[in-house]
T-cell receptor, first 112, second 113 residues
Framework: QKEVEQDPGPLSVPEGAIVSLNCTYSNSAFQYFMWYRQYSRKGPELLMYTYSSGNKEDGRFTAQVDKSSKYISLFIRDSQPSDSATYLCAILPYQGAQKLVFGQGTRLTINP | NAGVTQTPKFQVLKTGQSMTLQCAQD?????MSWYRQDPGMGLRLIHY???????DQGEVPNGYNVSRSTTEDFPLRLLSAAPSQTSVYFC????????????FGQGTRLTVV
């Protein structure tokens, strides 16, 4: 079983819609959860991270972790065409872990 | 402050050829890593380094070699290119290994024919 799984999409929604992106992970001991955004032909950039459980909000973006179901989500409110990108979830098993583990990435298109 | 710089941006190799992908960072980061990105597979770790002189294998190390002689540079060598190594390669660096934020280069698109 992969440590983190993500639906690759693609996902296409109209401008202004609420977008929900999701990942599942395998080990309940994982503590650090990240969302990276990757524009076409660019490297990924960190969008948000959360530690342990709960929600974290940054403008139109909300990251949510449900440790009981081992599920992480990214919500985008009032989506804009500039949000069109591939979104990758990632986990760092614990602070001091050697490596980030990435999901497959979901390609998102916001249609004007 | 350039961040993470990868060269070349594009490369076409013939099967059996060798080459080195260059990666340099100017942020004095301890931790550097190489990933490959393939459709439907996400980013997979090839090799990583926690400091100058220290390297270790990631998830998919076969066919690749690395060294870390300075803090700034972390080249990736393809020993004998194969079509299965056609991919987009990303170098990344972090201030230290426990950081949740990795800074990525722009990528190298490699085609092996």
């Amino acid at each position: 079983q992969k440590e983190v799984e993500q639906d690759p999409g693609p996902l296409s929604v109209p401008e202004g819609a609420i977008v929900s992106l999701n990942c599942t992970y395998s080990n309940s001991a994982f503590q650090y959860f990240m969302w990276y955004r990757q524009y076409s032909r660019k490297g990924p950039e960190l969008l948000m991270y959360t530690y342990s459980s709960g929600n974290k909000e940054d403008g139109r973006f909300t990251a949510q972790v449900d440790k009981s179901s081992k599920y992480i989500s990214l919500f985008i409110r009032d989506s804009q065409p500039s949000d069109s990108a591939t979104y990758l979830c990632a986990i760092l098993p614990y602070q001091g872990a050697q490596k980030l583990v990435f999901g497959q990435g979901t390609r998102l298109t916001i249609n004007p | 402050n350039a961040g993470v710089t990868q060269t070349p941006k594009f490369q076409v190799l013939k099967t059996g050829q060798s080459m080195t992908l260059q990666c340099a960072q100017d942020m004095n980061h301890e931790y550097m890593s190489w990933y490959r990105q393939d459709p439907g597979m996400g980013l997979r770790l090839i090799h990583y380094s926690v400091g100058a002189g220290i390297t270790d294998q990631g998830e998919v190390p076969n066919g690749y070699n690395v060294s870390r002689s300075t803090t700034e540079d972390f080249p990736l060598r393809l020993l004998s290119a194969a079509p299965s190594q056609t991919s987009v390669y990303f170098c990344a660096s972090s201030r230290e290994r426990k950081d949740t934020e990795a800074f990525f280069g722009q990528g190298t698109r490699l085609t092996v024919v």
